[in-house]
């Protein structure tokens, strides 16, 4: 980096403001923890080496947290001058919830605009913009966005037994009697984990009427309607036609059923684009270690369509919304080195290239794009394509995945989701419950 380069940065750091009036610390060396539920480890850690490139004299301590006590564990962890230098946050409800956490970070806004000048949010994907801000405070900076919608498959199981992905839903449940009837694990979710149940069933939504379920949320379109009568329908077929797997409500998601797909005991599972740095040799070969498997050999993964379960044609839809902010602590005694650090990741080519290439984020840097050629994936000629097909798509997408869910919303549609799915609650009792808390909002 040239020393213009790193000079500016200083310059970004000492006027971002901290509680004191500046960012403590210096903005080109010192040592600094991060905190996140994303990415893995081996992702986080290539980020660093590149951050290292530019600021080797900033060192970044990545600590990897559970997604599902995420918010338990980062709550009291702020308030204390022991806690996370950079943590991530996220839109919405869901877990890092940016209005959650906001009192705990300072405003990037002064930071964000040294690097990229007055116009820096036209430079930015709206997802990572609108949904990182909270009353005009630029709370975390995007790295990138993550977009649900998709199946991932494992390619080499469909190929094995001479079977096509489903397009369909009376497709889907044939292809699971099939690869049953093979001894082999047909679709694995961890529907235990109200955030994943809440994509599947946007996904369905989607299928049924694309807009709808954002439009509900907001309070433009009534939940006891019909289509979500069907929606619940549907969502509660794929437990009781046998999709979902025995028992798939008492699993996480993560790291439960992302551990049984990385071992190759399942063929589909429902992920969205934030699994593309899976279809990396490297990455997928940790992640199958990680998930126990001895000697592991990478397997050839692609996304899929959600399928036509409502029979409407209406397929391809994804939505998302940023991956997670880097946000800065207000208690943090090295806010210079940590701004650093997250300006860098978010607004920088070489930060923003880095994320591109581990394929975990759409870049927030409307500018860059996956250096294909340089990137080693288990089997290029089968997945290049599809994965460029999916950045593309995915950077056209404009429907919110969590960010016009309020906390309250989004803890109801858990509880009804997994209610539904076990069925202890009806369908209209779930409906009600979800249009009551939006009549209440």
């Known amino acids: ?22 960012a403590r610390g210096s903005a080109t060396e010192g040592t600094i923890t991060w905190w996140g539920w994303t990415p893995d480890a081996p992702v986080a850690q290539s980020l660093i080496e590149a951050f290292n490139e530019d600021y080797p004299d900033i ?4 600590v990897s947290k559970p997604i599902s006590g995420y918010d ?35 405003d990037l806004r002064d930071a964000v605009t040294e690097a990229l000048g007055e116009d820096w949010e036209t430079q930015l ?98 939940y006891t309607s019909p289509q979500f009568v069907q929606g619940m329908q549907i969502w509660k077929s794929l437990f009781d036609d046998g999709i979902m797997q025995a028992g798939a409500v008492g699993l996480q998601q993560y790291p439960d059923a992302n551990n049984e797909f990385m071992s190759g005991n399942y ?13 990396v040799e490297p990455i997928m070969t940790s992640a199958m270690e990680a998930a126990g498997v001895a000697d592991p050999e990478p397997f050839t993964m692609v996304p899929i369509d959600f399928p036509d379960v409502a029979g409407t044609g209406n397929v391809g839809s994804l939505f998302g919304d940023a991956d997670y902010g880097l946000a800065v602590s207000g208690r943090s005694d090295q806010q210079a080195a940590a701004t650093t650090f997250a300006v860098w990741l ?13 394929l975990n984020d759409i870049p927030s840097l409307t500018s860059v794009q996956p250096e294909w050629d340089d990137i080693d994936l288990v089997d290029p000629e089968e997945q290049t394509e599809r994965m460029q097909d999916l950045t593309a798509h995915a950077a056209e997408s404009t429907e919110p995945r969590f960010a016009t869910v309020s906390a309250d919303l989004n803890d109801v549609f858990q509880e009804v989701l997994i209610g539904v799915a076990r069925g202890e609650t009806s369908i209209d009792d779930g409906l009600a419950q979800l249009q009551a808390v939006v009549d209440a909002e």
């Open 1 to 22: 980096m040239s020393a213009v380069a790193a000079t500016a940065l200083v310059s970004v750091a000492a006027c971002s403001g901290g509680g004191d009036g500046g």
């Open 59 to 62: 060192h970044v301590n990545f």
């Open 267 to 279: 063929a589909m599972i429902m992920m969205g684009t934030w699994y593309s740095q899976y279809t």
């Open 346 to 358: 978010a607004t920088s080519e070489a930060g923003q290239q880095a994320v591109a290439n581990t």
């Open 72 to 106: 338990a564990v980062l709550s009291p962890a702020i308030t204390s001058s022991d806690g996370p230098d950079v943590f991530n946050v996220a839109p919405g409800s869901a877990n890092g919830g940016v209005e959650t956490f906001a009192g705990g970070a300072i």
């Open 125 to 222: 994907a709206p997802p990572g913009v609108d949904g990182l801000v909270v009353e005009d405070k630029v709370v975390g900076l995007s790295a990138g966005s993550v977009y649900s919608g998709t199946l991932w498959i494992n390619q080499d199981i469909f190929d094995e037994h001479g079977l096509t992905p489903p397009v369909t839903l009376e497709e889907w449940r044939q292809v699971c009697e099939d690869l049953e009837s093979a001894g082999e694990g047909c679709f694995v979710q961890g529907a235990g984990n109200g955030a994943f149940d809440m994509d599947s069933f946007e996904a369905i939504m989607e299928n049924i009427e694309p807009g709808l379920y954002a439009d509900a949320s907001r309070g433009e379109a009534p």
